[in-house]
């Protein structure tokens, strides 16, 4: 479970996909980031756009800011592992790929560890998506409540309106019978 932790703090957000970094990959399947991208741009047919594209500078500085403030924030990293695999990057920008990239790479990097990385890298991405999931559920029912309130909003003011008339009501009906009378009384 700690290890698809680890996978899962490693997994971000760019271009509206979920991806992981190459040096983050190299780092799990314990190989060399220059192995992992040489490997891959001998396969490279196996990696069209949507299974691996490279950063832009903007999404790097991105990246590496999330980084930075995890490192000062002592989000469960290894410090050293993000700096070794960061500084990695000063001169090439990193790759990202998706979760159709990374399984494509269990077929590229045939080692024990890589096969075993992969299938935790497989169930941390299927985590993530069910957190989704959840996080989408929950907002479509909180939507479908605050409609449901803003409905009972408009029948209490009816209710609150009524209420006001009827009291208005009994006040101008007490007001009326506790007036003073003039004119003659009869005596019975």
């Known amino acids: 479970m700690q290890i ?36 891959v741009k001998r396969n490279i047919k196996r990696f069209p756009d949507d299974f691996m594209f490279q950063l832009t500078t903007y999404e790097w500085q991105e990246i590496a800011t999330q980084m930075d403030s995890l490192l000062s924030n002592n989000i469960n990293t290894n410090r ?3 700096v070794t695999g960061s500084q990695k990057h000063r001169g090439n920008l ?15 990097l045939k080692s024990d ?19 989704l999931l959840k996080q989408s559920n929950i907002n479509e029912q909180l939507t479908e409540i605050k409609e449901r309130i803003g409905e009972h909003d408009v029948q209490l003011s009816e209710l609150y309106d009524a209420m006001e008339n009827l009291i208005d009501e009994k006040i101008a009906q007490l007001k009326w019978n506790d007036r003073q009378r003039i004119g003659f009384k009869i005596k019975e």
């Open 113 to 131: 560890k890589a096969i075993n990385m992969n299938i935790a890298i497989m169930r941390a991405f299927v985590d993530v998506r069910r957190v």
């Open 4 to 39: 698809i932790k680890s996978i899962q703090n490693r997994i971000y957000e760019i271009r509206g996909e979920r991806v992981m970094l190459d040096f983050d990959l190299a780092l799990l399947y314990e190989v060399e980031t220059k192995a992992l991208n040489q490997a």
């Open 80 to 82: 050293s592992q993000i």
């Open 94 to 108: 990193p790759y990202g790929f998706t979760e159709q990239g990374v399984a494509m790479l269990s077929g590229i």
